[in-house]
Nanobody, 126 residues
Framework: QVQLVESGGGLVQAGGSLRLSCAAS????????VGWFHQAPGKEREFVAA????????YYADSVKGRFTISRDNAKKTVYLQMNSLKPEDTAVYYC???????????????????WGQGTQVTVSS
């Protein structure tokens, strides 16, 4: 059984930075893609960024390009999301998700992912 645990959320002022971590457990953790999503109150869960577990190719939502960086440490089974130049509109619960199967492109809808963490709150004050 795979479990994902996010950490690193918190309260930060606009323009500040946070680094989120997503630690995976389970002997069989070998996803094709790991992604980050966020969900603000009253809104749907939205794609933020994703990374290929093997090879490290990345993909970002337009809203975070140039500000956020996704990376992974395969040995630690951990994925990171470095968030810089944070804006109040980045405020949301951030979720880590893993997809087991191959895709030609990067899946950006939540339903395509197989495993989810419990989420970590990020609040950006103006």
């Amino acid at each position: 059984q795979v479990q994902l645990v996010e950490s690193g959320g918190g309260l930060v002022q606009a323009g500040g930075s946070l680094r989120l971590s997503c630690a995976a457990s389970g002997r069989t953790f070998n996803p094709y893609t790991v992604g980050w999503f966020h969900q603000a109150p009253g809104k749907e869960r939205e794609f933020v960024a994703a990374i290929r577990w093997s090879g490290g190719i990345t993909y970002y939502a337009d809203s975070v390009k140039g500000r956020f960086t996704i990376s992974r440490d395969n040995a630690k089974k951990t994925v990171y999301l470095q968030m810089n130049s944070l804006k109040p509109e980045d405020t949301a619960v951030y979720y880590c998700a893993a997809r087991r199967y191959y895709d030609d492109g990067f899946p950006t809808t939540a339903s395509r992912y197989d495993y989810w963490g419990q989420g970590t709150q990020v609040t950006v004050s103006s």
